[in-house]
């Protein structure tokens, strides 16, 4: 079990500057040439099945507060004026995307791949993932998760460093993918910035990697604390993982304390059966339901079931969850931990609206996915997170590229609260 880098009385928090404040501007909608009536009765069908869906599957009467019935006219005369198949497949796109969602509505057209999931994959490359981060407006590149044993980790590179140059060019090809990817055996020059240091150059021999490792944990020097980052929540070997890391942690003398790092969890659909074994490490008992409002219908229930052997007493020891604007949709797990009297958030406010997707295959074989139901924690009403979002007790700031392990602001706040006497 390594020692975690951030040491309690010798390490230095970095001090995060005030974020210079960034006017995001609207989204420009697309613009369509139109004219071509050749696909006009197949696209007519096709949208009339969209909305016959959605108006009968929305979890919210009043379509999340759109004009939705505005919506619908100006997109039916948009088609009726004649537009190519293609362009057809990113106006229902963007029809779909207007249901202002955070985007848990989407539609794919036919010759659309939804993309494969970052867990359990296997590819060629330097062996971590990434996170896009935005700084004041630009975005940025950075090692979110570095996997156990690949050129990455054997190059020196760890998690926040940010990529900044690969061989000389951009980080990101035209086509939206990583230039780090490549064929086993080839070599590649990054060039990456540790916060708080200098660019530095790093040739890296490409790799196959298995990304199976998705738990980091340690101890913190001089304590009986214990820290469990994840990379995926809901994925069983994620389970299997945090039991592991528990035990390892314990061995040698009880646990005073857990720290359970949900930074830059997001992306994806969680499995609901896995994530509430995962939960019952840390709780139990009825935690709510995925519900329709329109309906008051329960979709789903869920719960945890405590684990039977409290592996390393973590159903009763003091928890302080980490969270970031990226916990999403982690941000449930913070969320029923904070709700339950489990644990303490320290960090930002994370997105709050957790939904029960529904989606179907239109006559064309493409792909709409609309929220029809919202979580509604047990005892609180449906989308009870939804306007305030995850709200942490403690506020921390701070992007992930701004600090490392050795000075986590959010790291040595978790440790203030679960030393103080």
């Known amino acids: 079990m390594r020692t975690c880098d951030f040491v309690p009385g010798k390490s230095s928090p970095v001090v995060i500057p005030p974020a210079n404040p960034v006017v995001e501007a609207s989204p420009t909608p697309m613009t369509f040439k139109t004219g071509d009536t050749s696909s006009l009765d197949r696209e007519l069908t096709v949208f009339n099945q969209l909305v016959k869906e959605i108006n009968d599957n929305y979890y919210a009467s009043d379509f999340n507060g759109v004009d939705w019935t505005a919506i619908q006219a100006e997109y039916k005369a948009l088609i009726q004026k004649g537009l190519a198949l293609a362009d057809f497949y990113q106006a229902m796109s963007q029809m779909v995307g207007e249901l202002n969602d955070e985007g848990a509505s989407s539609y794919h057209g036919p010759a659309v791949s939804p993309p494969p999931t970052a867990s359990n994959t296997i590819y060629v490359g330097i062996g971590g993932s ?3 981060v935005s700084d004041a407006g630009k975005d940025v590149y950075v090692l979110n998760w570095v996997y156990p044993g690949s050129p990455a980790e054997q190059a020196g590179l760890k998690s926040h460093d940010l990529l900044l140059k690969v061989d000389g060019g951009p980080f990101m090809d035209d086509k939206g993918m990583p230039r780090a990817l490549g064929a ?12 708080g240091q200098a660019p530095r150059d790093v040739k890296i021999v490409r790799a196959k990697i298995s990304a ?3 738990v980091d944990s340690c101890l913190v020097a001089g304590t009986s604390i214990g820290y469990l980052r994840l990379v995926d929540i809901s994925n069983i070997a994620t389970l299997y993982q945090m039991l592991a890391a528990l035990k390892k942690m314990s061995a040698g003398s009880p646990l005073q304390g857990i720290i359970l790092d949900l930074r830059q969890v997001g992306g994806g659909n969680f499995n609901l059966s896995n994530l509430s074994a995962s939960l019952g490490l840390f709780t139990s008992g009825s935690l709510g339901s995925f519900v329709n409002p329109r309906t008051s219908g329960t979709l789903q229930l869920f719960s945890a079931t405590a684990n039977t052997d409290d592996t390393s007493g973590a ?26 009297g489990r644990a303490r958030i320290v960090g930002q406010t994370a997105i709050g609206a957790f939904y029960w997707l529904w989606c179907d295959d239109t006559s064309d074989g493409s792909q709409l996915c609309v929220p029809s139901g919202v979580f509604q924690p047990e005892g609180k009403s449906p989308d009870y997170w939804k306007k305030t979002g995850v709200v942490p007790d403690v506020p921390v700031d701070g992007r992930w590229d701004q600090y490392t392990e050795a000075t986590d602001p959010y790291l040595a706040k978790a440790l203030e609260l679960l030393t103080k006497k």
């Open 212 to 214: 199976t490792q998705l």
């Open 130 to 132: 990434f996170a896009t």
């Open 184 to 195: 086993a055996g080839s070599t590649v020059v990054v060039t990456v910035q540790t916060p």
């Open 315 to 340: 159903q009763k020891l003091p928890l302080v969850v980490l969270q970031d604007q990226n916990t999403f949709p982690a941000a449930l797990s913070s969320g029923l931990l904070q709700l339950n």
